[in-house]
C-alpha cells in the first residue's frame, strides 16, 4: 500500500466549521465509510427528507441505553393500537426489552416502538426527547424526531448522510449490532419466528446489518452495512424504489475503487525544533487512488494547551481523519 511521508505542521488558536446547504431532491442517498464516517458517494446527502421506519435505529440504541435487555415491558393501549406495521401485541402482556428490539428491528413493529419509547423514556414524549438530545449530541443538524417509529409528520426529517452516521453510532454498540444483523428470531413467549424484512441480509450478499422502511410520503427507504475484504460501508437511500440494486451496486462501486491506504506510519515525528509526537499506530484510510495522491497530513498544535495535538488528514481542505496525539 502506498506510503505518504511529508508531514506539514500548523498552529491551530481556533476551529472553523463549515455548513453547507442543499436544495430539494425527489430522491438522495449517501455511502460513509463506516470506520470513520466520512462520505464517499453521495447525492442530495444532506437534503432533509421523511426517513419512515429508519428511525427505529435510532429508537432501538437509545431503548438498549435506557433500559435492561431482560425488562418486562406490560404493554399498553396506546402501544397496542399504535398506527402502521405490527407485531401484533395485546394490552396488558408482558414481554422482555430483548424481544421488543427483535420485533423492532425485524419486523419493523411500530407498537414495539411504542412499547419501548414508554419503558425506556417514562413516556412516549420523554423517550422522544432523548431521540433528539443523542441526535444533537452527535452534530446530526439535519435531523428532528416527534415519535420512535418513523410515522409521517411534517417535521420528522432526516438526511441520507445523517442518517447513516446513525447506523454507524448504533452499530457501535454490540448488542444493537447482534440484533440488527440477525436473520430469524424464534420469540419465546409468543412461539413465533420472525424473519428479517431486509432482503440483502437475507441473501447474504456482504449485508451484514441494516433497516427498511416505507410510508406513502416517504416512498421506499433503506440502511444497509457492508463488509468485505476488511472493508466496511454504510448505504442509506432515501425515496429509491429500486433500493436493492441500488445499494448493491453503491457497495461494489466503492469495494472496487477504494484501499485501505498507509497514510502516516508509526513511530516518532518531529513538529518542531522543541517539540514530537509520537503516532502509536499506523494511520490506514479508505482512499481512491486520485485521493491517495492528494491525502495530506497536518498536525494543529495548541498555543495554550501544549500537552497534546490534533493529527488531521487533509484532503481539499477538509479533514477527513482526525486523532489526538501527544507532545513531547
Known sequence: MKKIAKVFFAFMCMMVVFFSVTQAASASYAV????TGRLLEGSSPHT?????????????????ENSKLDDEVEITQRAALSEGSSIYL???????VESLLYGLMLRSGNDAAYA????AGG???GFVDLMNEKADLYGLNNTDFTNPSGLHNDIHLSSAYDTAQMLRIALQNETFKKVSSTINYKEPSKGVTWQNKHRLLRQQVGAV???TGFTKVAGRTLATYFEQDNKKVIVVTLSESNDWQVHKGLANKIFDNYEYVTVADKGKYQATEEKSVELAQPISILLNKQEAKEVRNVLHLSRKQGQFGIWHVMLNDESIYAARVNVK
Open 123 to 125: 413516556s412516549l414524549e
Open 90 to 96: 395485546e394490552p396488558g402482556e408482558k414481554i422482555k
Open 48 to 64: 432533509r427528507m421523511p426517513i419512515a421506519s429508519l428511525t427505529k435505529i435510532w429508537t432501538a440504541l437509545i431503548a438498549i
Open 32 to 35: 460513509i465509510d463506516a470506520e
Open 209 to 211: 446489518s441494516g433497516k
Open 116 to 119: 419501548l419509547a414508554e419503558h
